[in-house]
């Protein structure tokens, strides 16, 4: 998958922006986990989503099996 560079440095502004409200409240996370967490969610909706949209097209059941 490849990701635009305009996403690429949403995707820094956004740990950035994480990390410093983390710090206002003292909690010391670092970026890097904060952007591996980010990562696993979107791969986690990726998928989700993916499934849905099959689903709503009508070639899978709800669980997944082919019609």
Sequence with gaps: MEISTTQT???TAIVG?????????KINIGS???MTLIGGAM??????TNFWHRYQKGD?????VRK
Excluded: M, P
């Design 9 to 11: 440095t949403n995707y």
């Design 17 to 25: 922006v994480i990390v410093l409200i983390l710090n206002h409240f």
């Design 32 to 34: 890097d986990e904060i």
């Design 43 to 48: 791969a986690i909706g990726g998928v989700l």
């Design 60 to 64: 899978i059941t709800f669980a997944g």
